[in-house]
């Protein structure tokens, strides 16, 4: 990776401006946008707090603060909403379980909040028993990607168990598509997105056997496009947050050597405000906090100096899922 130990200043990563950013974005409520975005609270600060972790800053918002937030989300069902006062719902709910596991406070659902059991069940209950497939909330709306996400949490959490993986399974191998990727739902056109999704659940059941690794990855490879970025599905611009759904995808594969690292990381580096710290989706644009986690990410996974390493199936660094799971170093 010589040629990216020589990028110009303005391709360095603004690593104290991307920290002094994440941190101000709490303090913005006299803002109208700070007010449209509350549905995304929550997620957002797990963004955030996974974007400072990889920027080696993982002290730079208050844990304190961090923890009584999270529990204030919680509701008697166990499951969490975007922010006080806010429906539960598995994304939510597991952003919940990825900011505890980040600051190390898994064990402050036992003391102040509804307890871990509890949580898990308002996940588990959440799968459809005949057909595998998970909803989003109580409205029953299906997505692979709550399949995932409550695999995610669930296997944080240790209750597995509470839900049937073997129909799980079946239900991802439904949604598998002829040229080896993955939709939203059986027949749904493959997506990058939807692909990660698959193929992390998958991995969190331990049936990697079932991919097409080389036909998938082959389409994967295939969105790059010609200024180095990544798009989700054939003909579409690309995006700095497919720098995670696709190389995570590749990484689990063992095939992020298929696209070209130093085009994607001069990409993403454009995509940069290196006065005020973030980054957007494509370069010139508004920056926020998704495409500045996503961004991340993806230098992660192409190791970029300066950055930790990431978990391409939690997306959360590796030290945090290596302490989860008792792992040795």
Not at 4 to 26: C, F, G, M, R, W
Not at 72 to 93: I, K, R, V, W
Not at 260 to 280: N, Y
């Amino acid at each position: 990776m010589s040629g990216v130990q020589n990028l110009p200043d303005e391709l360095q990563l603004a690593t104290a401006e991307h920290v002094k950013y994440i941190q101000s974005l709490d303090t913005r409520k006299d803002e109208y946008d700070y007010w449209l975005t509350e549905h995304l609270r929550l997620n957002g600060l797990y963004w955030g707090l996974t974007a400072l972790h990889l920027l080696r800053h993982p002290d730079a918002l208050p844990r304190d603060k961090t923890i009584d937030f999270v529990l204030s989300c919680q509701h008697e069902n166990g499951g969490f909403g975007a922010a006080p006062g806010h429906d539960a719902h598995m994304l939510y709910t597991v952003s919940a379980i990825q900011i505890l596991a980040l600051v190390d406070a898994l064990d402050e659902l036992e003391k102040r909040g509804k307890g871990k059991a509890q949580v898990g069940k308002f996940l588990a209950d959440l799968q459809n028993r005949e057909t595998g497939a998970f909803a989003g909330d109580e409205w029953g709306e299906e997505d692979t990607r709550f399949l995932y996400t409550a695999l995610n949490g669930l296997s944080l959490l240790g209750l597995l168990h509470l839900v049937d993986i073997d129909k799980a399974v079946d239900h991802i191998t439904a949604c598998a598509n002829s040229d080896g990727g993955y939709g939203v739902s059986p027949g749904a056109e493959s997506h990058s997105g939807q692909i990660f999704t698959c193929l992390a659940a998958l991995s969190i059941a331990g049936r990697k056997d079932l991919i097409d690794v080389d036909k998938l990855a082959g389409w994967l490879s295939e969105r790059q496009v010609a200024g180095g970025g990544l798009n989700g599905r054939p003909e579409k611009t690309e995006d700095v947050c497919y720098n995670w759904w696709v190389l995570s995808s590749l990484e689990i594969l063992g095939r992020t050597h298929w696209i070209d690292r130093e085009k994607l990381i001069r990409f993403t580096l454009t995509c940069q405000d290196t006065e005020h710290g973030g980054m957007s989706d494509r370069p010139g644009n508004m920056v926020d906090v998704w495409h500045t986690v996503f961004g991340l990410t993806g230098l992660s996974l192409l190791k970029y100096p300066g950055v930790e390493e990431i978990d391409p199936v939690y997306c959360l660094p590796k030290y945090t899922t290596d302490r989860v799971f008792g792992r040795a170093k």
